[in-house]
């Protein structure tokens, strides 16, 4: 869809600032019913400059025209970026995050920010912060959209114009509620793609991947954002490939179903609806093989959570009170005011996860429990590692069932809640690229199915989602 | 694990987090089944394992140490009100 309309943009068939408003006005009106947008960039400059371009000949670009939506926890020059947590309410950032900044160079337009759980501590996207709308199911509004990129998965799946959005990863934000919204998720490997201009939540964990319609876009939004960059050391200076030209064959493609995925806490029509789809690649000259992964799946969930808040606990410590964001009078001495404005500003899970974090750091407990969560995860690596030996990809199913009502997710204690990423925590845990895309419905409501592979192996992701979705 | 309410006020005061006593009764419910939850983590085999704090390999990055473009001055005080002509105004120490 994106490859056509920019062939078409970039030949003046198309008048961009009428198209560009169109787009807005379209998103305005559904953002009025389902919330998913925070902050709206001025999208008719960047609209200008682009007709400018056409007119003096040096349209160029991938995204030409495309607009793109950003999770609000990433940063975008003068847009308004909080990560969806009052704390950061007026913080209007100086730079555009790396990811951002290579949309625009490939001639994006930035549409607005999407919103999300609260600096992404959520599975639903239910924990946004004070101030802020939770974001509906684009097909139930009672349901939630699934999270943390929640305003982005939303997004993709409503927006009916050529658009990617930006969504990020720690525990399973990209994958996650692209499958409660049925639409395509791409979490790259640690290091694919430039972390810059994010607002941390755990170093070692963080992605920003795409959200799109189709495999063909999110691969696309894929191959612009991904590559070294010099502000992050943590980039990888492999070259990127192409992700847009992987043929979608499996023939001789051995899948690993892995066997305590597809257990007795997963949706019966969820189960069987991601079973038929790997049938389904059989048929088409897969080979099915049985894997077992008791570390991830027995472990992943305590082991993500420990180590993840950890670091949440440090990198939210830089929120109080002074140089950018929430602000309040100068009264009191430091320790106080703040303690006042953290307090006053962090919703209920972010304080959760700052207790969690801080207590799994202190003297006494860290052997207990952040060095034994950092032990176990090197274990669900090595499993990964062997796991790989034997099969090029993995396939289960994104989530354990469909898209829970608000009203049932209230009545959920936080463990429970925790209990969304059950599948997801592993892959992220050791730092795999994984996706995920639609694989039918339970009722209305979509299912995913997701597809892991070995670290800077994108495209066999892409091959066997092309491979499901053309069949 | 026993999570008092001493022991949630004491971390929230290392976050330098206040906290009602109605978040102190709920958070120190809620840890609690954490920590009763995550304590399958100590069945898992770990012996002679090393600790991961990433999921690939990180090599330390230098650069060249020369002076680069930075963040204009005037720039970075214009996100906030409490500053003076130079610098930005923080709470009292003591």
Redesign the interface.
């Known amino acids: 869809m994106i490859k056509k309309f920019v062939k078409e943009a970039l030949s003046g068939k198309i008048d961009i600032v009428a198209h560009a408003l169109k787009c807005l006005e379209q998103a305005e009106k559904i953002n009025q019913e389902y919330h998913y947008i925070t902050e709206w960039a001025d999208v008719e400059t960047q609209a200008k400059k682009l007709a400018e371009q056409l007119k003096n000949g040096t349209a160029k670009g991938k995204l030409f025209g495309v607009m793109v939506t950003v999770k609000d926890g990433i940063c975008v020059k003068g847009v308004e970026t909080h990560a969806s947590s009052a704390i950061l309410k007026?913080?209007?950032p100086?730079f555009n995050s790396t990811v951002v900044q290579r949309c625009i160079d490939e001639g994006a337009i930035i549409l607005g920010k999407t919103v999300q759980d609260e600096f992404g501590f959520g599975g639903f996207a239910v924990n946004v912060g004070k101030g802020f709308q939770k974001p509906l199911n684009p097909v139930d509004k009672k349901r939630a959209t699934g999270g943390s990129s929640g305003g982005a998965a939303g997004a993709a799946a409503l927006f009916d114009f050529p658009h990617i959005a930006l969504g990020e990863s720690t525990g399973g934000s990209i994958v996650n509620p692209a499958a409660l919204c049925g639409v395509v998720g791409i979490c790259p490997?640690?290091?694919r793609v430039s972390r810059y201009g994010l607002l941390d939540y755990s170093n070692?964990?963080d992605k920003i991947g795409p959200l799109a319609k189709t495999v063909e876009d999110a691969a696309l939004g894929l191959e612009v954002i991904s590559g070294h960059d010099?502000h992050d050391?943590?980039t990888?200076d492999q070259a990127v490939p192409g992700y847009t030209d992987v043929p979608g064959v499996v023939q001789g493609l051995r899948i690993g179903i892995v066997k305590e995925a597809f257990g007795e806490t997963i949706n019966n029509d969820v189960r069987k609806a991601v079973l038929e789809a790997v049938h389904k690649l059989e048929q088409h000259g897969a080979r099915k093989i049985e894997i077992s992964l008791p570390?991830g799946m027995?472990?992943g969930?305590?082991?993500y959570?420990?180590l993840s808040t950890a670091e949440a606990?440090t990198n939210l410590?830089k929120y109080?009170g002074?140089?950018?964001?929430a602000?309040e009078q100068?009264?009191?001495?430091?320790?106080?005011?703040?303690?006042?404005v953290?307090?006053n500003n962090?919703g209920d899970e972010a304080?959760?996860r700052?207790?969690?974090g801080?207590?799994a750091r202190?003297a006494g407990q860290r052997d207990?429990?952040y060095?034994?969560?950092?032990?176990?995860?090197?274990?669900i690596?090595e499993e990964y590692e062997q796991a790989f030996k034997q099969v090029d990809v993995l396939i289960t199913p994104t989530v354990p069932m469909a898209s829970p009502t608000f009203e049932e997710i209230k009545k959920l204690?936080?463990?429970q809640c925790y209990a969304i990423d059950q599948i997801t925590v592993a892959p992220n845990?050791?730092?795999?690229p994984h996706m995920s895309v639609p694989c039918g419905k339970t009722g209305n409501l979509p299912i995913g199915m997701m597809i892991i592979a070995p670290?800077f192996n994108e495209q066999k992701i892409i091959q066997v989602a092309n491979a499901w979705t053309h069949q | 694990m026993d999570v008092t309410p001493e022991l949630v006020k004491k971390v929230a005061t290392n976050a330098r987090l206040v906290l009602t006593p109605d978040e102190i009764k709920r958070f120190q419910k809620e840890l609690s089944e954490m920590f009763e939850k995550f304590a399958i983590l100590q069945q898992a085999n770990t012996k002679n394992t090393k600790p991961s704090f990433h999921p690939i390999d990180i090599k330390n990055v230098t650069r060249k140490d020369e002076i680069g473009k930075c963040l204009d001055r005037e720039e970075a005080l214009s996100l906030t009100k409490h500053r003076t002509d130079k610098y930005f105004k923080g709470p009292k120490v003591i």
């Open positions: 007026g913080y209007k100086l490997t640690y290091g070692s964990l010099s050391s943590t990888s570390y027995t472990y969930i305590p082991t959570f420990l606990s410590a109080c002074m140089r950018y964001g602000e100068l009264t009191g001495v430091y320790n106080d005011y703040f303690a006042r953290r307090s962090f304080k959760r700052i207790l969690l801080t207590f202190m207990a429990f060095t034994k969560a950092a032990q176990v995860r090197t274990k690596i204690t936080p463990v845990l050791a730092g795999l670290h």
